[in-house]
């Protein structure tokens, strides 16, 4: 396997976000590239002519690969999303609670209206 080959391997593994040595979603470039195929960073020159299909092949993937602004726009979307749960969870919650104390109070006037009657209350009502 030549190096040009092994260039075009890591190439791929990054096209299809499965990468060995660098973390997954990274961007597409020669440098990664280059990492990704376990060279130093700037290995792919364009000075270097059997790099001139390689270099065309990066950056080809390089603009089809999903720009950060349409990923950060997507995980934007999804935090507000989760936002919104959660402080609609958050208001029903309080509503509960709310509920709940209004109804102890109740009980609490009932029972201290009914001390001296008898020792059985209804607190279903």
């Not at 999804?78 to 104390?101: A, G, I, P």
Request: net charge positive.
């Amino acid at each position: 396997m030549g190096a040009v080959d092994n260039y075009l391997s890591a190439l791929e593994r990054l096209k299809n976000n499965t990468p060995v040595v660098l973390p997954k979603g990274t961007r597409i470039s020669k440098d990664t590239v280059a990492l990704e195929a376990g060279r130093k960073r700037s290995s792919i020159k364009k000075s270097r002519p059997q790099f001139a299909s390689l270099i065309e092949e990066i950056e080809l993937a390089a603009s089809i690969q999903s720009k950060p602004e349409d990923d950060s726009k997507g995980y934007l979307d999804k935090l507000k999303s989760e936002k919104d749960h959660y402080k609609s969870l958050y208001q029903q919650s309080l509503n509960r609670e709310l509920m709940l104390v209004k109804r102890l109070s109740d009980l609490e006037k009932l029972l201290s209206n009914e001390v001296g009657k008898n020792n059985v209350h209804n607190i279903r009502a």
